[in-house]
């Protein structure tokens, strides 16, 4: 088992960028494809950005497409979101998930293991 601890949240200003990241504990987080989701006040967590256990690839929810990246440091356990163009809409809580079975996925069920959030605000 292992634990996920995100940081990097934040005010910002609509067009600006901010960097997340989550790192985790454990020995096998090397193996595990990882996930961003989010949860905006009023709505279900969502889906925001996938990477491979291998960082050799990543897949995006269409609304941060081009704007979010997702790389992953397997030496230091570490996920990141960078994220560039921010709007008034990407205001949610941001969480890290690990996927230990590889399924690559989309779905909230699929992830085992979450980390507390870190809020991000959009301002205009």
């Known amino acids: 088992q292992g634990q996920l601890v995100e940081s990097g949240g934040g005010l910002v200003q609509a067009g600006g960028s901010l960097r997340l990241s989550c790192a985790a504990s454990?020995?096998?987080?090397?193996?595990?494809?990882m996930g961003w989701f989010r949860q905006a006040p009023g709505k279900e967590r969502e889906f925001v950005a996938g990477?491979?256990?291998?960082?050799?690839?990543?897949y995006y929810a269409d609304s941060v497409k081009g704007r979010f990246t997702i790389p992953r440091d397997n030496t230091k356990s570490t996920v990141y979101l960078q994220m560039n163009s921010l709007k008034l809409e990407d205001t949610a809580v941001y969480y890290c998930?690990?996927?230990?079975?590889?399924?690559?996925?989309?779905?909230?069920?699929?992830?085992?293991?979450w980390g507390q959030g870190t809020r991000v605000t959009v301002s205009s």
């Open positions: 998930a690990a996927d230990t079975k590889d399924y690559n996925s989309r779905y909230v069920d699929d992830y085992d293991y």
């Open positions: 990477i491979t256990w291998s960082g050799g690839g990543a």
């Open positions: 454990g020995r096998t987080f090397s193996t595990y494809a």
